[in-house]
């Protein structure tokens, strides 16, 4: 955010950094909305803390003395900010008294979008006067994200600003709709405004007669349920059950864990991607700075396999044999063509490392271009490899990774893995914000994956994992479009910035390196 003049864009809410504003306390502001000199009603215009939208002759005025250093602007479907010229900008003070007002004009061009978007101008001085940078950008975010609420209250259509955000009102939409039954596989459940969300509505379902049913990790829930939550639950009339109870005896079974995310309605809707059921997943809890995921969202007769997936699962939590056709929705009726899709789990009991295979196929696919997203790079020999041969043969690689980690020695020795792939011409980014938990591959605008693999030794080789493969799927051009601008608020890494690393911190990566496969 220390960029003047850079468009930043995170997920699919516009950052527009034009302007120098002086840090001053105790200012109002006030301005104008015009477009081709008219003036625009109805904008609104908030510093974070007073909402506010323009008159019939286009003004506005806010009153509050915040001193954040930025404004936001709804621009409304049909409009977008004019950047010809000298607009958008502030134009200056109309006067230099106590009670200071600030002049702030925005004007505004007819165009053919048809969603409203939010567009900041911020003070880039105040963000060079933070010493911690990502405390400046944390705040900002937050501020945003109330904004956000405001407008929603006001029904004001906005877009969100991160994929796993926008899943969370979808998520409750699609539950409201279930008729036969529900079931839910996750790693992590965490009760807060997400989870306890989706319980109220699991509960009213229940006892409506729809079949509720829920999976969920028993390490990965170790600090965030009770360890009684599976009977909790049965008392609400929600049939769960948990993953490979954890034991405090040594054996290899522990590192099996269900790292899958799953949810499933009826067997004609499903999501997968990367959140769990935590409010940190949806930002209403900060934990690493901001929180980006991804979520991906099937209808139709693809959801069937995510649904023989989880019950496959349900019958090894249960040592059942169910007849799972009982569960099998009637034919989608036949749609346009949307390529193909195709849901996949992995398994580490079969010796078949099918989330690997699916990587390292569209690795060897690639011509143009493969763009990978994921929170962990920790990666074996033969991914390090292809990926390093498709970067020297020409094909463009970036990878995006966190800036903030969530667990750091995880996060030394990702690091530790960026200097071959540097050399080879990989290109990688770090998610200045905050921590990315996406897991997205796209390649030549063909092919995609969205899922829970992680390019770690245990999501690829000791975890039950899924992922949805597409093929010329629309879709794609979206995941593309979400981490070309995603790569926007990211900070290159340079093989320089590396070679110049204090000695005792390489040594300590290259011990760290030795024992990846057990992180």
Not at 27 to 56: F, H, L, Q, W, Y
Not at 193 to 207: G, M, V
Not at 502 to 508: C, G, K, R
Request: net charge neutral; glycine share 6%; charged share 25%.
């Amino acid at each position: 955010v220390s960029r003047n003049g850079q468009n930043l864009l995170l997920g699919r809410t516009t950052f527009n950094l034009l302007s120098d504003i002086p840090d001053k306390a105790g200012m109002n502001i006030k301005g104008t909305v015009t477009c081709n000199g008219e003036p625009v009603a109805g904008v609104v215009v908030s510093d974070g803390s007073e909402v506010t939208r323009t008159d019939a002759e286009g003004i506005y005025y806010l009153a509050s003395d915040k001193k954040n250093g930025y404004v936001f602007i709804s621009v409304p479907s049909g409009y977008e900010v004019d950047h010809s010229g000298t607009t958008p900008r502030f134009f200056g003070y109309l006067n230099q008294s106590a009670s200071t007002v600030e002049q702030r004009d925005f004007a505004l061009a007819k165009c053919d979008n048809s969603h409203h978007r939010i567009v900041v101008f911020t003070d880039v001085h105040l963000a060079r006067r933070v010493s911690d940078r990502s405390q400046f950008q944390s705040g900002f975010l937050r501020e945003m994200t109330d904004y956000l609420k405001s407008c929603r209250a006001d029904n004001i259509p906005v877009y969100g600003i991160a994929l796993g955000d926008l899943a969370f009102p979808r998520m409750l939409e699609e539950l409201k709709k279930a008729k036969h039954y529900i079931f839910l596989e996750y790693f992590i459940i965490q009760p807060g405004k997400f989870w306890d969300s989706i319980l109220d509505i699991l509960e009213e379902k229940a006892a409506q007669g729809v079949e509720v049913r829920l999976i969920y990790d028993d390490m990965g829930c170790m600090f965030t349920l009770p360890r009684d939550y599976n009977e909790q639950m049965a008392a609400r009339g929600i049939q769960c059950r948990v993953f490979n109870r954890f034991v405090p005896v040594m054996s290899l079974r522990l590192n099996n864990r269900d790292h899958r995310k799953l949810m499933i309605i009826d067997g004609q809707v499903g999501f997968t991607g990367g959140i769990n059921l935590a409010d940190e997943y949806i930002n209403q809890h900060e934990r690493f700075g901001h929180w980006k995921d991804s979520v991906i969202l099937l209808e139709g007769d693809a959801v069937w396999s995510m649904a023989v997936m989880f019950l496959s699962m349900w019958d090894h939590c249960c040592g059942w044999e169910e007849e799972f056709d009982r569960f099998r929705p009637a034919p989608s009726p036949a749609r346009p063509w949307t390529g193909y899709v195709q849901p996949y789990t992995d398994t580490p009991l079969d010796q078949e490392p099918v989330g690997q295979s699916v990587y390292l196929n569209m690795i060897a696919k690639a011509r143009k271009y493969i763009y990978i997203t994921t929170p962990y790079l920790v990666i074996d020999v033969a991914t390090n490899t292809a990926l390093c041969n498709a970067a020297k043969s020409g094909v463009d690689v970036r990878i995006i990774t966190p800036h903030i980690p969530d667990k750091r020695y995880v996060f030394e020795v990702t690091r530790a893995h960026y200097p071959p792939l540097l050399k080879a011409g990989v290109k990688i980014y770090e998610y200045t914000p905050g921590f990315i938990h996406a897991k997205n591959f796209v390649v030549d605008d063909r092919f995609a994956v969205v899922g829970t693999v992680n390019l770690d030794y245990r999501s690829l080789f000791l975890h039950f994992e899924d992922g949805v493969w597409l093929c010329e799927a629309p879709c794609i051009h979206d995941i593309r479009a979400d981490f070309e601008e995603t790569l926007k608020v990211c900070e290159r890494i340079s093989l320089r910035k590396h070679r110049r690393l204090n000695p005792l911190v390489q040594l300590y990566r290259n011990i760290l390196r030795v024992f990846a496969p057990l992180m």
